[in-house]
């Protein structure tokens, strides 16, 4: 069925429970996306609102493949501008040669140096 083409091989929403449930992903994201992770794990793709496609993860080796394969994974629209309404347009919710900037001024407070430079001497 056209409606249920899956985006990749992770578990996936069918979009019709999407669609149906797109307002109370709307009035509380959190609570509705850890319903889909209960049932389905900790990745699965869903089209937000029956219609953008989306891949949800929690899972840590997930994670750091999208943040390091930013050709492939995309911010998605939802977090930069919902979130940027409260944390402000930072690393986390930026994309692409603006993310690239930010992570490289980013790192170098980061750098080990620096990082030793603030610990306690033993």
Request: hydrophobic share 40%.
């Amino acid at each position: 069925m056209l409606f249920d083409k899956k985006i990749t091989n992770a578990p996936h929403v069918p979009r019709s429970r999407a669609f149906r449930e797109a307002r109370a992903l709307v009035r509380n994201p959190v609570a509705a996306m850890e319903r889909y992770r209960q049932d389905l794990g900790p990745t699965f793709t869903l089209h937000l609102g029956g219609a953008k496609p989306a891949i949800v993860s929690i899972n840590p080796s997930f994670i750091h493949q999208a943040l390091h394969d930013t050709a492939r994974y995309h911010v998605s629209t939802v977090r930069v501008d919902r979130m940027a309404e409260f944390q402000g347009q930072g690393l986390i919710n930026s994309h692409g040669s603006e993310w690239l900037s930010k992570r490289r001024f980013l790192s170098q407070a980061v750098r080990r140096e620096r990082l030793v430079a603030l610990l306690p001497h033993q």
